[in-house]
């Protein structure tokens, strides 16, 4: 198993996310079932280190990234470094106005895109509120909490 198959299964529990079926959904590994977001497409990352980058999807049928990380570290070479598996920090991206925006600063999209310190700050919803797109209920702490290191 991968971190980012157990990532989407975490998710998806704490954030009552219905995965889809299969992987024949591009870019999308699911719905949110409930809150201010029920239907929404998302896309849900899992990184075991926190190191700037993004995977991203061109997919218009894409509403959120969703994305679980470890701690933060530098874009250095993972060679030999510890990868501790923990959920230190959680973020929410609004995929178009993410892609809008770095169609905006020029910057390469898809695989490892680099995302500004200051979006993933926005972005972020545990475990301080950078963005209003979703508030983390007490009980969503609580299981996150049990994850970080």
Not at 47 to 60: A, F, N
């Amino acid at each position: 198993m991968t971190s980012g198959h157990l990532g989407e299964w975490i998710a998806s529990r704490v954030f009552d996310i219905e995965l889809e079926p299969t992987d024949a959904a591009t870019a999308i590994d699911g719905r949110f079932r409930s809150g201010s977001l029920r239907g929404r497409t998302v896309n849900i990352k899992c990184y075991l280190k926190r190191e700037g980058m993004l995977d991203m999807s061109e997919s218009d049928q894409l509403d959120y990234y969703l994305v679980l990380t470890g701690p933060p570290s530098g874009a250095v070479s993972s060679r030999g470094a510890t990868r501790p598996w923990c959920i230190e920090a959680v973020f929410l991206f609004d995929a178009r106005k993410l892609r809008a925006e770095q169609i905006e600063r020029g910057v390469k999209r898809g695989i490892a895109s680099s995302v500004l310190k200051s979006q993933w700050t926005a972005a972020e919803i545990y475990p301080a509120a950078g963005s209003s797109l979703l508030t983390i209920t007490s009980s969503q702490a609580d299981m996150l909490r049990l994850l970080r290191t």
